[in-house]
């Protein structure tokens, strides 16, 4: 076996580790890959027998490329001033996925809007600490500061994750859960979606215009009544790894996906994207794929 061919399968081996943790911190899996692509682009001009530890080196230089693409993204964001949605990954939910392989694959999005409010250096510092056990001696060495400074970072962003509403359920009652909302939907059972809903539940809907935030279970209610109403189909699908609802016309074009967020038994939060510009950027199961 040659260098090359045999650099290749080491990495290889490493690979969907190092895209876990780009996607986590990045917060989108295409941009996970380019960046793991950047890491092997610098691998493969080192020097034969110049790295001792290549777990150890590949996860560094994963998270120097990604604090790199952080900052930078941080300074255009400073320049043009935009609320963007984080990304969705949309999927068949069977009700008996291989939790570990989901919880690999998929980033919750209540869990993404958190992270998208840290700073570049919180971000990194808790994604690769409290989720991937880096040890806060190499996390410094990435973030170019000391190990108290990145313990900091973490420290700050940990405050931040748990004063957000992150799911406390889990997943089969999440499910449970959706499930009942969309029954409660259908049926138009008022009181039943009272016992689903979160008096103080926010919903959030991406438009083709921008973004409209409705509050509170009575408006809530409302826009769902009015929803019931209209010649749709929905079906409960995961989106970023958690049960989620996509609908779909009669004739099968898909017309919303809503991210549920699920606390102590109701739902506090939905993202909802009903922008078909949108929707037709992203990969969705069909209505027949899901017994529809």
């Known amino acids: 076996m040659t260098r090359d061919s045999s650099l ?11 895209v876990a943790m780009a996607h986590r911190m990045l917060g989108s899996r295409a941009d996970g890959e380019d960046a793991v692509q950047e890491v092997w682009l610098r691998l493969a001009r ?20 990604c604090i790199d693409m952080l900052r930078a993204r941080r300074a255009r964001v400073a320049t043009v001033p935009q609320a963007d949605l ?24 209540a869990l993404l809007v958190v992270l998208d409010s840290l700073g570049p250096d919180e971000r990194l510092a808790f994604v690769l600490h409290d989720i991937f056990a880096v040890p806060f001696a190499e996390i410094a060495q990435i973030l170019g500061a ?55 539940i926010t919903w959030r809907s991406y438009g083709p215009d921008g973004v409209t935030v409705t509050l509170g279970v009575t408006e809530v209610i409302a826009a ?10 929905a079906r409960r699908v995961l989106v970023n790894g958690a049960p989620g609802v996509l609908t779909w016309s009669r004739s099968g ?17 939905v993202v909802a994207v009903v922008d078909p510009r949108r929707l037709a950027t992203m990969d969705l199961p069909t209505c027949d794929e899901i017994g529809g």
């Open 253 to 269: 074009v898909p017309l919303s996906v809503m991210a549920c967020t699920v606390r102590h038994g109701r739902i506090v939060d």
């Open 224 to 233: 769902t009544e009015r929803g019931a109403r209209a010649a749709v189909v």
């Open 146 to 200: 000391s190990t108290d400074a990145a313990k900091m970072s973490a420290s700050r962003a940990r405050r931040k994750v748990r004063g957000a509403d992150l799911p406390s359920d889990g997943r089969q009652r999440q499910r449970q859960v959706v499930d009942a909302f969309l029954k409660a939907a259908r049926d138009g059972d008022f009181d039943a979606l009272l016992q689903v809903l979160d008096p103080h």
């Open 86 to 109: 984080p990304e969705f990954t949309v999927s068949e939910d069977t009700e008996a996925p291989d939790e570990a392989a989901v919880a690999t694959d998929a980033v919750g999005l």
């Open 46 to 65: 080192q020097e034969q027998g110049s790295i001792d530890n290549l777990p150890g080196w590949l996860t560094t230089v994963t998270g120097r490329v």
């Open 8 to 18: 290749v399968t080491e990495f290889d081996d490493h690979r969907e580790r190092l």
